[in-house]
């Protein structure tokens, strides 16, 4: 039982070096992994809608001093930076809070509506269209419940472990393990 | 929902539900598009502002009450300064307003104003680069007053000691401005249109 052991940990071992051997495959795979267990267009396209809604008062920063602008917007332009910021927001909570997804989703749907007399006609339409777009995907998405299909494989080696830790508290192969060894 | 046992990745992926995306998107679209129209009818104000240099302003006349107008310096990003005429209006109105605005590849052109009803903004400030009227008519007009000291428009004031001038009331007609810097207040845009390509 104990070569049986050592010999599942060797295995494991040898499964963890063999990944980095090809590399390639393996980053897109994860970043697709990552992209498909939450909504990322509709986050994606809510950053986007805030970057257009603040790149039009905000390119300015660069010709003006930063005081100087602020003091030309006044009140109405302040609104609308503070929308794109929010929507950049939501966008960024979307990915990393998927579990929220209805409620960042309606907020950026909100604020999209609220850009139009807000702040340069929702960017010229533009930046109200994705954000609009953006945050009914997120409200939409819903994760698969495939979960259990996935786990079925790993059951076996997980009972496996426990056996590990009965030997080593009976005792009966402790000196056993290293010597069986080949 | 047949197709959701077709994955078979580690971790949970999801996808997105187009009868939810329906019901959420569209009540959000047919309120988008009821202020659309409101703004269209000149009903709501919106708040404008824009910067960057690929902006021009068209109007066949401008007419306000509370005019200031001084120079000014924009450094653009690379370092180049431009001298600028900033013009500052407390109340204008302006018929047949047209707005371009390119945002890269894209050039949005905007109009309003042209059915009756003209446009009107309160506290608009311009920095343009150029700006050309066939005629302009002044009442009140103070020229050569220190631009630090101007009082027409509540707040806005030039650097002290320059060369400023302001008048109760303005009249320019077939204005067209190449600006810098626009923001508005409020402007209210009766018969909006806007559409893609094209200048002013």
């Not at chain 1, 071992?13 to 390639?24: R, Y």
């Not at chain 1, 960024?92 to 909100?110: C, E, Q």
């Not at chain 2, 009756?116 to 050309?132: C, L, R």
């Amino acid at each position: 039982m104990t070569t049986h052991d050592a010999g599942s940990a060797l295995g494991a071992d040898a499964g963890f070096g063999s990944t980095p051997a090809e590399p390639a495959p393996l980053k897109p795979r994860r970043w697709r992994a990552w992209r498909r267990s939450r909504p990322f267009w509709g986050g994606l396209l809510l950053v986007l809608a805030g970057l257009e809604l603040l790149a039009i008062p905000l390119s300015g920063i660069l010709i003006h001093g930063a005081i100087k602008l602020v003091i030309y917007i006044g009140i109405g332009g302040v609104f609308g930076v503070l929308i794109g910021v929010l929507l950049i927001a939501a966008g960024i909570m979307l990915w990393v809070n998927p579990a929220h997804r209805a409620f960042y989703g309606i907020v950026g749907m909100t604020l999209a509506i609220a850009s139009f007399p807000a702040s340069n006609l929702g960017g010229f339409f533009l930046g109200m269209l994705l954000a609009i777009i953006g945050g009914a995907l997120g409200y939409a998405w819903t994760p698969m419940a495939a979960a259990p299909v996935a786990a079925g494989p790993d059951w076996p080696a997980s009972f496996e472990e426990p056996s590990a830790g009965l030997d080593l508290i009976t005792g009966t192969s402790g000196d056993a393990g290293p010597m069986a060894h080949p | 929902m047949s197709d959701a046992t077709s994955n078979n990745t580690q971790r949970a992926a999801g996808k997105v539900r187009w009868r939810r995306f329906a019901i959420a998107a569209v009540p959000a679209i047919a309120v988008a598009g009821t202020l659309v129209g409101l703004t269209a009818e000149g009903a709501i104000a919106s708040s404008v502002s824009v910067s960057g240099k690929a902006f021009t302003i068209s109007a066949s006349q401008l007419s306000g009450t509370g005019f200031e107008q001084f120079g000014g310096m924009v450094t653009e990003s690379n370092g180049t300064p431009h001298p600028v005429m900033v013009s500052a209006i407390h109340d204008a109105h302006l018929t047949n307003l047209c707005q371009s605005v390119t945002l890269g590849p894209i050039t949005l052109r905007l109009t309003a104003g042209d059915a009756g009803t003209p446009v009107s903004a309160q506290n608009m400030i311009v920095d343009a680069d150029s700006q050309t009227g066939s005629s302009a008519v002044f009442s009140n007009i103070t020229i050569g007053q220190d631009a630090g000291t101007l009082t027409e428009v509540p707040g806005i004031t030039g650097p002290a000691g320059t060369f400023g001038q302001q008048a109760d009331g303005v009249t320019i007609n077939n204005l067209s401005q190449d600006t810098w810097l626009t923001t508005a207040g409020t402007f209210t845009l009766p018969h909006l249109s806007v559409g893609f390509g094209g200048g002013c």
